[in-house]
């Protein structure tokens, strides 16, 4: 983790900018072709959610912007950032499981899954990870598909957390497609930098 310095920071001005708003938070919506992933998983016997999660994980920790968060008053540049995600439970609430980003998807899958069935033997939302601002913040709608969203936050914060939902798959023209928004603080991160990453996890989406 390294601090940024906020003097000469080729991006002081758009950060002092967009911090002073009431919102300065975009998010943008999109669907990627999930195929190659969703197949690959099948065969092995792997958890789909589970491996296109690593895979946006792998993408995300990329790119710099998408590491970066508001801290105090100072704005550091974490060397990875990990997922928070939602876990729905049979009496349909839901908690929030902490998952370390792992590179070997085998030892991820693996602390994950131990992750989910320590959240589901609970009750809560299992907030004790949510002062981690080295996170992402994800979310599911698996009974739907979406082709916008808006999501929940707190203005005139210095949040500046991620946030990822991805929605039910659906075919169209011969692919399988994955919705996925995503929310990000201006102050950080802008289209570019989005864009990167919905190219790299696309990319990860379309390797075996």
């Known amino acids: 983790m390294y601090t940024i ?14 911090c002073g708003l ?21 065969h092995k016997g792997q958890s789909f959610f589970l491996s ?6 792998q993408a995300l920790n990329q790119v710099e912007e998408l590491r970066m968060r508001i801290v105090g008053e100072e704005v550091v540049c974490y ?13 349909e609430t839901f908690g929030c499981c902490f998952m370390e980003f792992i590179d070997d998807f085998a030892e991820f899958s ?11 033997a609970t009750t809560g939302m299992c907030l004790e990870n949510d002062y981690r601002a080295d996170q992402v913040y994800y979310s599911s709608i698996p009974w739907h598909r979406f082709s916008g969203l808006t999501f929940a936050k707190a203005l005139n914060s210095s949040d500046s957390v991620p946030r990822v ?4 798959t659906y075919e169209d023209d011969g692919k399988l497609l994955l919705p996925v928004a995503i929310q990000v603080h201006h102050g950080l991160v802008d ?18």
């Open 52 to 57: 296109y999660l690593h895979r946006s994980l």
């Open 79 to 91: 060397d990875r950032v990990h997922a928070s995600t939602t876990v729905m439970r049979p009496d």
């Open 22 to 42: 009431a919102d300065p938070y975009w998010s943008i919506t999109t669907a990627l072709d999930c195929g190659k992933t969703y197949w690959n998983s099948k």
């Open 191 to 208: 289209g570019l930098h989005v864009a990167r990453f919905l190219e790299a996890f696309q990319q990860r989406l379309s390797d075996l």
């Open 5 to 18: 310095d906020l003097k000469t920071w080729k991006r002081r001005e758009h950060y002092h900018y967009f």
């Open 110 to 120: 693996r602390a994950a899954s131990a992750g989910v069935d320590k959240v589901m």
């Open 165 to 168: 939902t991805f929605g039910r």
